[in-house]
């Protein structure tokens, strides 16, 4: 079993809907999640991290954790031909741990 | 302007003739790790650095090495470079080990023939 999965898509979804990725990761004692964004041949940004079980949200994005279920979600409202891109889930164990990559899921905004 | 910077950003090179990909970051960072991202296995982690002359090992390190001497520089050395190394590398950097937010250098794609 790969330590953070995700599905690769592509994920379409027309403008201004919502889009909803999803990343669940082996490791129970998990405490730290990023989603980064990554445009195609650009380098990966960090656009959110969550730390605690529920919701938190940024703008048009909303990270949500739920470490029972051992799952974490990146929702985008109002989704925009500019989200376009590929999201990586990232995890981490304790403060001292690496991250760990998830392969990304490809999203794709329909104008 | 804080920033990772790469070089070369693209390289094709034959099998087996040595190359150096350098890194350099301006934050003053004591984490810089090197990750190459092939497609649907994402980012792995080749080489990671936690300080000045303290290196360790990633999870695909075989046919690379790395170096620290100085705390701006990470450059990854690939020896005899193999086909199989052919992909998309990036260099990154964060505060420390584990910092979530980590700084990443724009890529270089390599290609070895």
């Known amino acids: 079993q790969k330590e953070v999965e995700q599905n690769s898509g592509p994920l379409s979804v027309p403008e201004g809907a919502i889009a909803s990725l999803n990343c669940t990761y082996s490791d129970r004692g998990s405490q730290s999640f990023f989603w980064y964004r990554q445009y195609s041949g650009k380098s990966p940004e960090l656009i959110m991290s969550?730390?605690?079980?529920g919701d938190k949200e940024d703008g048009r994005f909303t990270a949500q954790l739920n470490k029972a279920s051992q799952y974490v979600s990146l929702l985008i409202r109002d989704s925009q031909p500019s989200d376009s891109a590929t999201y990586l889930c990232?995890?981490?164990?304790?403060?001292?741990?690496?991250?760990?990559f998830g392969p990304g899921t490809s999203l794709s905004v329909i104008p | 302007e804080a920033q990772v910077t790469q070089n070369p950003r693209y390289l094709i090179t034959v099998t087996g003739k040595k190359l150096t990909v350098t890194c350099s970051q301006n934050?003053?960072?004591?984490?810089m790790s090197w990750y190459r991202q092939d497609p649907g296995l994402g980012l792995r982690q080749i080489y990671y650095?936690?300080?000045?002359?303290?290196?360790d090992k990633g999870d695909v390190p075989e046919g690379y090495k790395v170096s620290r001497k100085e705390k701006r520089n990470f450059p990854l050395i690939l020896e005899s470079p193999s086909p199989n190394q052919t992909s998309l590398y990036f260099c990154?950097?964060?505060?420390?080990?584990?910092?979530?937010?980590?700084?990443f250098g724009p890529g270089t794609r390599l290609t070895v023939t």
């Open positions: 934050m003053n960072h004591e984490y």
């Open positions: 969550i730390y605690s079980n």
């Open positions: 650095s936690m300080n000045v002359e303290v290196t």
């Open positions: 990232a995890v981490r164990r304790t403060s001292y741990d690496k991250v760990i």
């Open positions: 990154a950097s964060s505060l420390r080990q584990g910092a979530g937010e980590q700084y």
